[in-house]
C-alpha cells in the first residue's frame, strides 16, 4: 500500500486541533452550537490570500466566498446563495469584496490568455478593462495596468453586489448592511481600503466617479 499522499495534511490537522483545544477546550464546542459572522467575505481563490489570516480572525468570525478573480456575476446561484444566507439568515453587518494585486484571473483577462473553460468566467473582468479602457490606457506599463484592472474590478463587483435582489431588499427593509471594496498586496500582505463602502442605494450613482478620482496614478 502507497503511503497517504494527504497524510502530511492530516497530521497537520490533527495538530491544529489539539493546539487549539489546548489553548481554549471549548473552543469546537461553541463553534456547533452556532455561528454568527459579522462579515462575508468575497475573494479570489488564489492560494496567496486566505480570508480568515489576512484578518487575523477566528472560526465562526468570517463567511466567506471564494472564487477566481472575486467575480459577483448576476445569475451565479452560488455566490447568490452566499450572500442570501449571509443577509438574510446570518444577519452580516458588513459584506467585504476583496480583491488582490498581481491577481492572474484578472492577468488573464487583461492579456487575453487561453486557459480553457475559465476564460468564459473572466469575459466578466474582461468587461471591467472595456468598460474602462480610457482609464486603463492612462497607464503605460503593463504591471500597473493590471493593478488598475485589478481595483477596478473590486469596484465593479462591489456595485453588482449592491445591484443584487439580496442587497436591495435588505435595504427597502431598513436591515444595516454595508458593501466594502478592498484589495490585498501580495508583496506586503496589507489589505487597503478603496473608498468605495456602499450602505444605501443612493450611493451607488457617485461611487464610479469618487472611486476612479482617489485611486492612485500607479501602484508600480
Ligand atoms: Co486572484
Given at each position: 500500500?502507497?503511503?497517504?499522499?494527504?497524510?502530511?495534511?492530516?497530521?497537520?490537522?490533527?495538530?491544529?486541533?489539539a493546539?487549539?483545544?489546548?489553548?481554549?477546550?471549548?473552543?469546537?464546542?461553541?463553534?456547533?452550537?452556532?455561528?454568527?459572522?459579522?462579515?462575508?467575505w468575497?475573494?479570489?481563490?488564489?492560494?496567496?490570500?486566505?480570508?480568515?489570516?489576512?484578518?487575523?480572525?477566528?472560526?465562526?468570525?468570517?463567511?466567506?466566498?471564494?472564487?477566481?478573480?472575486?467575480?459577483?456575476v448576476?445569475?451565479?446561484?452560488?455566490?447568490?446563495?452566499?450572500?442570501?444566507y449571509?443577509?438574510?439568515v446570518?444577519?452580516?453587518?458588513?459584506?467585504i469584496?476583496?480583491?488582490?494585486?498581481?491577481?492572474?484571473?484578472?492577468?488573464?483577462?487583461?492579456?487575453?490568455?487561453r486557459?480553457?473553460?475559465?476564460?468564459?468566467?473572466?469575459?466578466?473582468?474582461?468587461?471591467?478593462?472595456?468598460?474602462?479602457?480610457?482609464?486603463?490606457?492612462d497607464?503605460?506599463?503593463?504591471?500597473?495596468?493590471?493593478?488598475?484592472?485589478?481595483?477596478?474590478?473590486?469596484?465593479?463587483?462591489?456595485?453588482n453586489?449592491?445591484?443584487?435582489?439580496?442587497?436591495?431588499?435588505?435595504?427597502e427593509?431598513?436591515?444595516?448592511?454595508?458593501?466594502?471594496?478592498?484589495?490585498?498586496?501580495?508583496?506586503?500582505?496589507?489589505?487597503?481600503?478603496?473608498?468605495?463602502?456602499?450602505?444605501?442605494?443612493?450611493?451607488?450613482?457617485?461611487?464610479?466617479?469618487?472611486?476612479?478620482?482617489?485611486?492612485?496614478?500607479?501602484?508600480?
Amino acid at each position: 500500500m502507497p503511503a497517504n499522499p494527504l497524510s502530511e495534511l492530516i497530521e497537520n490537522n490533527r495538530r491544529w486541533s489539539a493546539e487549539r483545544i489546548r489553548k481554549d477546550p471549548d473552543f469546537f464546542v461553541r463553534l456547533t452550537r452556532q455561528q454568527a459572522p459579522q462579515y462575508l467575505w468575497i475573494g479570489c481563490s488564489d492560494s496567496r490570500v486566505p480570508a480568515n489570516e489576512i484578518v487575523d480572525l477566528q472560526p465562526g468570525e468570517l463567511f466567506v466566498h471564494r472564487n477566481v478573480a472575486n467575480v459577483v456575476v448576476h445569475t451565479d446561484l452560488n455566490c447568490l446563495s452566499v450572500l442570501q444566507y449571509a443577509i438574510d439568515v446570518l444577519k452580516v453587518r458588513h459584506v467585504i469584496v476583496c480583491g488582490h494585486y498581481g491577481c492572474g484571473g484578472v492577468m488573464a483577462a487583461l492579456q487575453n490568455q487561453r486557459f480553457g473553460l475559465i476564460n468564459n468566467w473572466l469575459r466578466h473582468v474582461q468587461d471591467v478593462a472595456w468598460k474602462y479602457d480610457a482609464a486603463l490606457k492612462d497607464e503605460t506599463l503593463l504591471d500597473a495596468q493590471i493593478d488598475r484592472l485589478c481595483e477596478l474590478n473590486v469596484i465593479e463587483q462591489v456595485i453588482n453586489v449592491c445591484q443584487t435582489t439580496v442587497v436591495e431588499s435588505a435595504w427597502e427593509r431598513g436591515q444595516q448592511v454595508t458593501i466594502h471594496g478592498w484589495i490585498y498586496g501580495l508583496s506586503n500582505g496589507l489589505v487597503r481600503d478603496l473608498g468605495v463602502s456602499v450602505s444605501e442605494m443612493d450611493a451607488i450613482d457617485s461611487l464610479r466617479e469618487s472611486a476612479l478620482a482617489r485611486l492612485a496614478p500607479t501602484r508600480g
